[in-house]
């Protein structure tokens, strides 16, 4: 089954941190044009940050400086490392990976 599976998620506080983690059925062996996305409730799905076809990175203007996308080659996995997370955060987070349909997302609750 072709699959993406994002997963970390969680509640937390504002000023909080949580490191988002996607992985695909195929593995995930290169990381151009893997991106991360999010919707939040009643609002369309926005990018979020993402590694380009040519390796760059690039972040949305709301989340430069607090969120830091990576992968690990080994464990063939990206990761968003979201640090002071705020209200506006909150949405439920998505991993585009080419070839592969949108996974199912995981939730992610900034509040007190």
């Known amino acids: 089954q072709v699959q993406v599976v994002e997963s970390g998620g969680g509640l937390v506080q504002p000023g909080g941190s949580l490191r988002l983690s996607c992985t695909a059925s195929?593995?995930?062996?290169?990381?151009?044009?893997i991106g991360w996305y999010r919707q939040a409730l009643g609002k369309q799905r926005e990018f979020v940050a993402g590694?380009?076809?040519?390796?760059?990175?690039n972040y949305a203007e709301s989340v430069k400086g607090r969120f830091t996308i990576s992968g690990d080659n080994a464990k063939k996995t990206v990761y968003l490392q979201m640090n002071n997370l705020k209200p506006e955060d909150t949405a439920v987070y998505y991993c585009?990976?080419?070839?592969?349909?949108w996974g199912q997302g995981t939730q992610v609750t900034v509040s007190s």
């Open positions: 585009s990976v080419p070839g592969y349909p």
């Open positions: 590694f380009t076809g040519a390796g760059h990175i």
């Open positions: 195929k593995g995930i062996t290169r990381f151009n044009a």
